[in-house]
């Protein structure tokens, strides 16, 4: 999505007065978030997620009719969820998808449908009932709906490619893993973008050479057979 369509989107859902300022500060909690999860150790981690959340927190509370600060609360929450009890991290996660529910009741097209790409990998990633609300099919439902609205964002084709990879379905999954890697990087979260595409690359380079070694061995497998006969 363009500045200017973002910007114009904001302006429906804040107002024409704050949403550049909203804009500026989604902006700014987004390159931190990159920052702190692809460059900082653990230690740097648990230190900066409290903070971010209470920005993040703060955003959703100035503008409660916007999606976009409730989809970033949402992604912090689950983040820091990894360093916390198990009880907690499940109540954090069900505080997150409740979030992003809400995101995609006010403005499903927010952020690119980044709301239904982050509620469609938590679906696949957390525990299904009774212990959590996982649920693959769900999960496939949110993230084809995110590759409607943006089928050829990283986002959107990496965490397809991720969940069809969990299911075994590593033939589909290199079509996505290929789009993310062609997919062009937006201006504003170019390093963010570029972390998601190499791990897309190095996804796309293991699932070939799994493809090529089934192949080997299902040749010498052929050959054995054939060589006993």
Do not use: C
Request: glycine fraction near 4%; hydrophobic fraction near 40%.
């Amino acid at each position: 999505m363009s500045k200017a369509t973002f910007v114009v989107l904001l302006i429906l859902f804040a107002g024409p007065l704050h949403a550049s300022e909203l804009a500026t500060a989604i902006a700014r909690l987004e390159s931190e978030w990159a920052s702190v999860y692809y460059q900082s150790d653990e230690t740097r981690q648990r230190q900066t997620y409290p903070q971010m959340l209470e920005t993040a927190a703060e955003l959703t509370k100035r503008y409660p009719n916007a999606a976009e600060p409730k989809i970033w609360q949402a992604t912090i929450i689950a983040t820091n969820a990894a360093f916390q009890s198990s009880l907690s991290a499940l109540s954090s996660l069900q505080t997150a998808k409740t979030l992003l529910e809400e995101a995609i009741a006010q403005n499903p097209n927010a952020l690119d449908g980044a709301a239904y790409v982050t509620l469609g990998t938590l679906y696949y990633m957390v525990p299904g009932w009774p212990v959590s609300f996982g649920d693959n099919q769900l999960a496939e439902q949110m993230l084809k709906a995110s590759l409607k609205i943006n089928p050829n964002g990283i986002d959107a084709n990496y965490f397809y490619a991720d969940y069809l990879l969990q299911q075994d379905r590593s033939a589909e999954a290199e079509e996505y893993l290929h789009k993310a890697v062609q997919a062009p990087l937006r201006k504003q979260q170019v390093f963010a973008d570029t972390q998601l595409q190499n791990e897309a690359k190095m996804a796309l380079a293991h699932t070939q050479q799994r493809k090529s070694n089934a192949g080997k061995n299902k040749f010498q497998s052929l050959f054995t057979s054939a060589t006993a006969d």
